[in-house]
């Protein structure tokens, strides 16, 4: 099903159709080898929507490409990406050393109650 709420604008449908493709994945990995191929093409469309299909886009919105990088790949799924030219390990070190913001600032788990910084001033790790 595609994310088409009347009043979230490209950015956050695009979000939330990235994020229905996380989920669906996720949901793959707990079904058979049949169920798995399904649910994987489904998580593919979702994926496809935002990368190579402007058809959900609106009247007035446009596609904005970014060259972005996350701290890891684990990190894709719940952290914001940081705008980055590099395209070298040498070039996200030097990225890494000049930067005034923490790369961790983006992660959603990061904001509201609860957070990862309370669990850590907590001792949970």
Not at 39 to 51: S, T
């Amino acid at each position: 099903m595609p994310v088409s709420a009347l009043i979230a604008d490209a950015t956050a449908r695009s979000i939330a159709e990235v994020g229905l493709g996380f989920a669906t994945e996720k949901l793959a990995e707990t079904k058979t080898d049949a169920e798995q191929a399904e649910l994987f093409d489904e998580a593919l469309r979702h994926y496809q929507r935002v990368f190579y299909d402007n058809s959900f886009l609106r009247e007035g919105e446009t596609p904005v490409t970014e060259w972005v990088r996350f701290r890891t790949l684990g990190c894709m799924p719940c952290t914001g990406a940081v705008k980055s030219g590099a395209q070298t390990i040498d070039d996200i070190v030097e990225e890494a050393l000049i930067a005034t913001r923490s790369e961790r600032e983006t992660r959603v788990i990061d904001h509201g109650a609860n957070t990862m910084e309370d669990k850590k001033r907590e001792g949970y790790f």
